[in-house]
């Protein structure tokens, strides 16, 4: 059965790294002794080894190694054999490039389909979406396709920002960036706001976390979705 | 000559479009008589015809008509044979996409350096650096390359944005986003902020309007530099 953790954000404000995450990473690593870390987003250039000692951090109070997918010499079968795996946050671009280029992406989709517990952070979420389109990355490098795991049968926009009361900024609000989106593709979007995430079991997807999501959908008004409220309906 | 304003926004908070570059529209555009606008970025999805209205009245003080490319048969000879061109802001990704299938990203460059005047708001700035490679848009649609004109020998980054002060947001500021472009490119950025651009004239690169610019050079640490400030060394 599927099981997965798709997360806005690692950190909240003032928190240590994945703490309110603790709880659901419990349950959805339940007898896991090793996780393999995908470093590749690479957050502000820190090198693989050096994230995989943050994301080891992270996960030392659950009793669970962390051993980076980088250090092996086949990450293809290093996934197969997972028991658990886990995306980090960082550049969006880089790590769809990367996992693209190591032929990586559609293993992460077939393992984690037939069920290897997988957890995303921020970029680690946007590819359990169908494309990484909604990711607010800059396009640093250049990935060969924009197709993600479609393990979520939509898209995701993770750090969802509500427009800013009062900015003068003329850039575009988060809400218009998607809505543009929708002026080209018809992929439903869930802006996940940090703190929340969203939790899959088998078919049934559902939001958790204490605030709501916004959904938008081609051709609708977006609207808001309560915690708990189920969204497999969407795809 | 080289004749070219590249801003950071079409519109400031508050004011009608175009309004505070028009004294550079005139000095830029003197003696044109008609100006192609390049729509395809299309802001909001706004239609091609309506954004080109929208263009059309922001030249009509200065006593210039506006025609949009789209609405040439062979937009090539189109720019070939243009007094002066005028690039609207929008999604980036869907204006370099366009301009690469239809085969113009180069004839813009072409006749750009041969001498016709050329100005571009957000987007329409972004073409003008080396690569697309620091916009804020998001990747709507899936380019055929990154690559744009180089009519700078630097990248842009419009709406350039200082991190905002007590933001318990966690995803990324302007600044850390383009530390992350510096960790797999050596491009320069030019962080434009809102009421800045850049004026060009033959080889000298000029910062214009009321504000500092943020530099980015690889391995350097950020810097401003002041209105008035030559930036054509950076290349």
Chains 1, 2 share one sequence.
Request: some cysteine; proline content about 5%.
């Amino acid at each position: 059965m599927k099981q997965i953790v798709l997360a806005s954000t690692s950190t909240l404000f003032g928190e240590e790294y994945l703490a309110y995450l603790k709880p659901a990473m419990k349950t959805l690593f339940t007898g896991v002794k090793e996780v393999i870390f995908i470093p590749y987003a690479r957050p502000g250039g820190i090198s693989h080894d050096d994230y995989t000692l943050r994301a080891a951090d992270g996960f030392k109070e659950l009793g669970i190694t962390v051993r980076g997918l980088h250090t092996f010499d086949n990450p293809v079968a290093a996934l197969e054999n997972a028991e658990g795996i886990f995306t980090g946050g960082g550049n969006t671009f880089l790590l769809v490039k990367t996992l693209h280029e190591k032929g990586l992406m559609q293993q992460v989709r077939s393992v984690v389909e037939k069920g290897t517990p997988y957890m995303g952070c921020s970029a680690g979420t946007n590819i359990g979406g169908l494309t990484m389109q909604t990711t607010n990355d800059m396009p640093i490098v250049y990935p060969s396709s924009f197709e993600t795991t479609g393990l979520v049968p939509f898209n995701i926009n993770p750090h969802y920002l509500d427009p800013i009361e009062g900015s003068q900024h003329m850039g575009e609000t988060r809400e218009t960036r998607i809505k543009e989106f929708h002026t080209q593709n018809i992929t439903p979007v869930v802006g996940l706001r940090e703190g929340s995430w969203l939790h899959v079991e088998g078919n049934t997807i559902t939001l958790r976390g204490k605030l709501t999501a916004r959904i938008f959908e081609a051709g609708k008004a977006p609207y808001e979705v309560e915690s708990g409220s189920t969204l497999e309906h969407l795809g």
